[in-house]
């Protein structure tokens, strides 16, 4: 059975969808069958990094929740986006969009859905790719898709800025994760300034929250400037962004 | 919870119903959300409980219409069971309706 990995943070803003994505990758990158599901329903937007254009999504996860398609139904291969800027990538990415009609995300916000058929939806997802990691990309802060993805994860990523608002939400998260048991819970750094103090904001979040920082990845204008066209360690290898999430890979994976 | 537990028997738990109980069920519903099923045996062996107890905290869980058991006495599995999960309840139908039908 593969392994479920929610990537949260309390506030929007983070770079939490972009993270969701290069993690994906560089887990494809090693050879593993990834799978990805935009649970952020009331503002998706992880398709736009793989390129996949709302226009050719025949089903997404809202149509699921509908019962309209199987959930594999809803699953898209976007590994072409590896081969692309590493031929030899031996791995894949399957992305599930949520659905970018603007009267589809009202219905779903108006009716609801069954959480039940989410879980088995990721279950089912997971057998039936034979997937080796499943990321769920969630919607920030704290509501019942969130809990019900931390309830059943195997790791839990939380997103944070180097901010006073990141840091209390943050705490808020990470009590919840541990009323909710999840295995393992890491944090990540993201748009943090002034790289020569990283090992010591490191040392600083850890001591405040007792989880390990899996990562500290600096603001960067290179990732502005992509503008969520692209997955940015694809075309940026050695960048320290990449390096950051690389480091953050292997306490994933479990070294 | 928002709502007294007992009142949800018929529509499953909420994620958050979850942190709203008691220690106990709640690591119990955790895990066996987790786990997909378990009989009370199981689930003694898991939290070192005897099977009795394990059976009477199942058993609160099902009255409250969080999990549902199957199977004989003898033989009976417990599995989780998530109701229906809806947002911003609270909105009138009509702006529903407009923002749906532009």
Request: charged share 25%.
């Given at each position: 059975?593969?392994?479920?990995?929610?990537v949260?943070?309390?506030?929007?803003?983070?770079?939490?969808?972009?993270?969701?994505a290069?993690?994906?990758?560089?887990?494809?990158?090693?050879?593993?069958r990834?799978g990805?599901?935009?649970?952020?329903?009331?503002?998706?937007?992880?398709?736009?990094?793989?390129?996949?254009?709302?226009?050719h999504?025949?089903?997404?996860?809202?149509?699921?929740?509908?019962?309209?398609?199987?959930?594999?139904?809803?699953?898209?291969?976007?590994?072409?986006?590896?081969?692309?800027?590493?031929?030899?990538?031996s791995?894949?990415?399957?992305?599930?969009?949520?659905?970018?009609?603007?009267?589809?995300?009202?219905?779903?916000?108006?009716?609801?859905?069954?959480?039940?058929?989410?879980?088995?939806?990721?279950?089912?997802?997971?057998?039936?790719?034979?997937?080796?990691?499943?990321?769920?990309?969630t919607?920030?802060?704290?509501?019942?898709?969130?809990?019900?993805?931390?309830?059943?994860?195997?790791?839990?990523v939380?997103?944070?800025?180097?901010?006073?608002?990141?840091?209390?939400?943050?705490?808020?998260?990470?009590?919840?994760?541990?009323?909710?048991?999840?295995?393992?819970?890491?944090?990540?750094?993201?748009?943090?300034?002034?790289?020569?103090?990283?090992a010591?904001?490191?040392?600083r979040?850890?001591?405040?929250?007792?989880?390990?920082?899996?990562?500290?990845?600096?603001?960067?204008?290179?990732?502005?400037?992509?503008?969520?066209?692209?997955?940015?360690?694809?075309?940026?290898?050695?960048?320290?962004?990449?390096?950051?999430?690389?480091?953050?890979?292997?306490?994933?994976?479990?070294k | 919870m928002?709502?007294?537990?007992s009142?949800?028997?018929?529509?499953?738990?909420?994620?958050?119903?979850?942190?709203?109980?008691p220690?106990?069920e709640?690591?119990?519903?955790?895990?066996?959300?987790?786990?997909?099923?378990?009989?009370?045996?199981?689930?003694?062996?898991?939290?070192g409980?005897?099977?009795a107890?394990a059976r009477?905290?199942?058993?609160?869980?099902?009255?409250?219409?969080?999990?549902k058991?199957?199977?004989?006495?003898?033989?009976?599995?417990?599995?989780p069971?998530?109701?229906?999960?809806?947002?911003?309840?609270?909105?009138?139908?009509?702006?529903?309706?407009?923002?749906?039908?532009?």
């Open positions: 059975m593969g392994k479920l990995v929610v949260h943070s309390f506030r929007g803003g983070t770079g939490k969808s972009n993270i969701t290069n993690l994906a990758a560089l887990l494809a990158c090693r050879g593993n990834v990805i599901v935009d649970t952020d329903i009331q503002s998706p937007g992880i398709h736009a990094l793989f390129s996949l254009a709302p226009d999504f025949k089903f997404a996860l809202n149509d699921y929740l509908w019962k309209r398609c199987r959930i594999e139904e809803a699953a898209y291969d976007v590994s072409d986006i590896l081969r692309g800027h590493q031929p030899g990538a791995g894949s990415i399957y992305l599930i969009p949520a659905s970018m009609r603007t009267g589809e995300i009202t219905r779903i916000l108006q009716e609801g859905y069954d959480v039940g058929l989410l879980n088995n939806g990721f279950q089912q997802f997971m057998e039936t790719l034979e997937l080796d990691y499943l990321l769920i990309d919607h920030p802060g704290v509501n019942e898709e969130t809990l019900l993805s931390a309830a059943i994860s195997d790791v839990l939380i997103i944070l800025r180097p901010d006073r608002q990141d840091y209390q939400g943050t705490a808020i998260m990470v009590e919840l994760a541990r009323q909710l048991e999840v295995p393992k819970m890491l944090l990540l750094i993201n748009k943090a300034v002034n790289q020569k103090d990283f010591a904001l490191k040392q979040v850890e001591s405040i929250y007792g989880v390990g920082v899996a990562g500290v990845i600096p603001l960067s204008e290179d990732v502005a400037v992509l503008g969520s066209t692209d997955v940015f360690c694809l075309l940026h290898p050695d960048h320290p962004m990449t390096l950051a999430l690389q480091s953050a890979i292997m306490e994933i994976v479990g | 928002g709502e007294n537990p009142d949800s028997g018929s529509r499953g738990f909420r994620p958050s119903d979850m942190l709203a109980l220690e106990e709640r690591h119990l519903l955790q895990w066996l959300t987790r786990r997909g099923r378990a009989s009370a045996e199981e689930a003694a062996g898991q939290f409980l005897d099977p107890a009477s905290l199942l058993e609160a869980l099902a009255k409250r219409g969080f999990v058991g199957e199977g004989d006495e003898s033989h009976e599995v417990y599995q069971r998530p109701g229906s999960m809806r947002t911003a309840r609270t909105l009138p139908d009509g702006l529903w309706r407009k923002l749906r039908d532009p």
